[in-house]
């Protein structure tokens, strides 16, 4: 590392705004607390939110996983965790979700529930789910203050008037601790039900739109959704209605992917490749690492 | 009838204000500008109460107030002084002091308003059932088979073709506007709506249509109205009792009919005979 | 035995101050009446007298210049029609003191049916009831049973006049202002009216009438009011404002 950075490149004075932000996001949850986001050597769009977020947390004593989509080997991934390698020397890095404290991460929760020791960072890149309704700022504060999401339920309304369903994929809005909604980051609705009454921290940081939020342990996380029209999750069915298996570990419960193969046409894989290897390995009786 | 609002000394002054502002414009000054800092006096000292279930027609001819007053009575705007008092089963709320949030409860709740312009009134980004289920969902209505089926409802009594209830307001008619319009604000069976010019600019017969659809409506469910208007017809047909404006002050008010026929003041009496 | 009466005048006096032309014109003046219940006053007198006024005056679409008009309610409290507030006469419109004038204003799309049912249905009376008893009221008064249904805003003066007098007549108000209510029928119909008018009177509606015809006066009214044309107009070098700023 050359001479001149600090720690976890940014200074400690920057870290320390950092924290206290969070600090107020975990006593408002849901709340979009408003930071000054730094340079970083990487564009915005590249996780530079994620990043901060990461920094600013993590100390010798910790062990970072980052993953892009479920992969630890993403170009993405590698990128962001070779840069905290560099910049934070003396900190572990790992695959294995298990030895993780930080998870940094880019639109996928993992598989494995999280335990309340680990702090789970996502990286976000349009913090307010209200700036497809309302493009004034000003507008957007008042209304979240006031709880006021009408004209975001109309729009879920006029989705099941249309398709007779809501079809939001991912960035499922999010009602926290009955008062704020957010944007949980491009998350598939698989993980949104992970929000709800974690055992770990998890962290939102958008690095371009300079804001922050959190979602507490035991918080209630409910996405939005009409008394008689509940929230689904993404359905892995084939055409007879059998639920489709990885093609890699044959696991029928996790998140896949869907990849198309020159030869075998459309196949189904794990989307959290720790997950995946984890499968395999309890298959071939190597499981230590994935308790 | 129990009182269902009751307004003070409701002032709106548009710009900085000065203590000559009130005594340099009005009726007799022919003006709303003040001369001297340039505020435009919009109005000052509007007083009356409303009954449960009654109309009251606010008329005037451009300039009079006559739409500031229901704009500030709707939360639209802040007046520069005065008090309201709305009245719900007995127990009154100071309009004006309570919080943003309570306001907007209020609105959600208990008002609904029909502008004369449905961009004012409409979400043209929305469908017209869109547009009803939003009022429906910001009165905490969670039930989409409900609000559906609520949706229709008022749709058919406002006779809108059902047809159309899901495209957007933006091709309809202006009298179907008008009438979604209406549905909408009538989504949460408002004990009080306020109708602002509603039927402006409509064909004549579009008009009688809509004037009966509200007097049809009000005498069904008993709502209040505050009925804003420069046209004598719609004070006649809906209105029980009436306030004259002018340069945003009340300059007379009493029985619809008697203000008609036996007019006081000398700009009602010029009013009612310019009727054509 | 003296009956007490339902509604007593004294004095009344209605001028128009017409501000533009700076004309103050008097239209009645120095009325004394009473009504009595299930008794029939008629206003007698020539034109300009003023007797439309009254009735006007006490509905109170007129604003009484002075006198006082006492009303004994259904209650039995007494209120001076000429000074009580909006809404006192307003109620008093809905549930006691009906009036027939020779003007119809009502909704462009509503059925005659309901016309007529309309100020029994806003006393309270179910809309089905009230539809019957203006059913009967429009049968007594020979209106044909195919314009029931159809707004009485497209009907010939008599017809409307007939729609007006079946409104008045089926909601049997405590007190009924009758306008020249058989101006424009046929002698049969008129006839009809004198007899509905009869029996009326003899369920207690009180009421005080203004007929084109003494033969009407005659047959119908048990108290004869005449009212004198007031002293003629007064011309006005100044305007009302000068005047008053003068004195």
């Not at chain 1, 000054?36 to 769009?45: A, D, F, H, I």
Request: hydrophobic share 40%; net charge negative.
């Amino acid at each position: 590392m050359s001479a001149g950075y600090n720690f976890g490149f940014m200074d400690e004075h920057a870290k320390k705004e950092i924290r206290r932000a969070i600090l107020k996001a975990i006593a408002i949850p849901g709340y979009q607390v408003p930071y000054s986001s730094r340079e970083m050597p990487m564009g915005r769009g590249f996780g530079t939110g994620g990043l901060q977020l990461t920094l600013s947390l993590i100390g010798e004593n910790d062990t970072l996983k980052v993953i892009d989509q479920g992969a630890d080997d993403s170009v993405n991934a590698v990128n962001l965790r070779q840069f905290i390698e560099m910049t934070c020397p003396g900190v572990d890095t790992t695959t294995y979700l298990s030895e993780a404290t930080l998870i940094q991460s880019r639109h996928r929760i993992p598989e494995v529930a999280l335990k309340p020791e680990q702090v789970l960072i996502l990286q976000v890149p349009y913090p307010d789910p209200l700036i497809v309704v309302e493009p004034s700022e000003d507008k957007r504060k008042m209304m979240h203050g006031e709880a006021d999401y009408a004209r975001l339920l109309v729009k879920l309304y006029e989705d099941i008037v249309k398709f007779d369903e809501i079809t939001i994929s991912h960035r499922y809005p999010t009602r926290i601790n009955r008062h704020y909604v957010i944007d949980p980051s491009p998350i598939p609705r698989w993980d949104v039900p992970k929000l709800n009454h974690s055992p770990a921290l998890i962290l939102f940081g958008a690095g371009r739109e300079k804001k922050i939020y959190a979602v507490p342990p035991h918080t209630l996380a409910e996405p939005l959704a009409f008394d008689d029209v509940p929230f689904r999750v993404e359905d892995f069915s084939d055409e007879i209605g059998n639920r489709r298996a990885c093609v890699r570990c044959g696991s029928r419960e996790s998140f896949l992917d869907e990849f198309t193969d020159e030869t075998a046409g459309k196949v189904y894989q794990c989307s959290d490749s720790d997950y995946c290897d984890g499968q395999l390995a309890k298959q071939s009786g190597k499981e230590a690492v994935y308790a | 009838m129990r009182k269902i609002l009751e307004v003070r000394n409701l002032s709106k002054i548009y710009g900085r204000g000065c203590s000559r502002c009130v005594e340099s414009t009005g009726p007799e000054q022919e003006t709303n500008i003040c001369p001297h800092c340039g505020s435009v006096v919009a109005i000052h000292d509007v007083s009356f109460d409303l009954h449960e279930g009654e109309i009251l027609g606010l008329m005037g001819e451009s300039g009079s107030g006559k739409s500031t007053v229901v704009k500030n009575l709707y939360f639209d705007q802040t007046p520069t002084s005065g008090s309201a008092r709305f009245f719900n089963d007995g127990i009154a709320k100071d309009m004006f002091g309570i919080n943003a949030a309570q306001q907007r409860y209020l609105r959600n709740h208990s008002f609904g308003m029909v502008y004369q312009n449905p961009h004012l009134g409409l979400n043209f980004g929305i469908s017209a059932g869109g547009n009803i289920a939003e009022r429906l969902l910001m009165s905490d209505v969670m039930h989409y088979a409900e609000i559906r089926t609520r949706a229709k409802e008022l749709l058919v009594r406002t006779e809108v073709l059902l047809s159309r209830m899901d495209e957007s307001p933006k091709n309809f008619s202006g009298g179907m506007q008008q009438r979604v319009q209406i549905a909408k604000a009538l989504a949460t069976n408002p004990p009080l709506l306020y109708l602002d010019e509603v039927t402006t600019g409509l064909d004549l017969s579009v008009q009688a249509r809509i004037l009966d659809l509200i007097l049809e409506i009000q005498q069904e469910l008993n709502t209040a109205m505050i009925v804003v208007t420069h046209d004598l017809g719609v004070i006649r047909l809906l209105t029980g009792r009436a306030l004259v404006m002018k340069y945003g002050r009340v300059i007379e008010s009493g029985l619809t009919d008697q203000i008609l026929e036996d007019p006081q003041h000398a700009y009602t009496q010029r009013l009612v005979a310019s009727a054509l | 035995m003296t009956q007490q009466a339902i509604l007593k005048i004294k004095n009344y006096e209605k001028n128009f101050v017409l501000h533009e032309q700076s004309k103050r014109i008097p239209s009645s003046h120095g009325v004394d009446l009473e009504v009595y219940a299930g008794k029939l006053t008629a206003l007698i007198g020539p034109t300009g007298a003023g007797k439309s006024s009254v009735l006007k005056g006490i509905y109170r679409t007129y604003l009484p210049s002075g006198g006082n008009m006492l009303y004994r309610t259904a209650k039995g409290d007494l209120i001076d029609l000429a000074t009580a507030d909006e809404y006192s006469i307003l109620q008093l419109r809905r549930e006691e003191i009906g009036f027939v004038t020779q003007f119809l204003f009502c909704l462009p799309r509503q059925s005659t049916l309901d016309v007529v049912a309309h100020p029994l249905v806003a006393r309270g009376v179910l809309r089905e009831d009230a539809r019957e008893q203006a059913a009967q009221m429009l049968g007594a008064l020979n209106m044909p049973e195919r314009l029931w249904s159809l707004s009485p805003a497209t009907f010939s003066g008599g017809e409307k006049q007939r729609v007006n007098l079946a409104r008045g007549l089926a909601a049997k108000p405590r007190l009924l202002l009758l306008d020249e209510p058989t101006a424009s029928l046929d002698p049969a119909t008129a006839e009809r009216v004198i007899e509905l008018i009869e029996s009326i009177k003899l369920e207690g509606v009180a009421m005080l009438a203004i007929f084109h015809h003494p033969e009407l006066t005659a047959r119908l009214a048990d108290h004869v009011v005449e009212l004198i044309p007031p002293p003629p107009l007064v011309q006005m070098k100044h305007t009302i404002l000068e005047t008053e700023a003068m004195l």
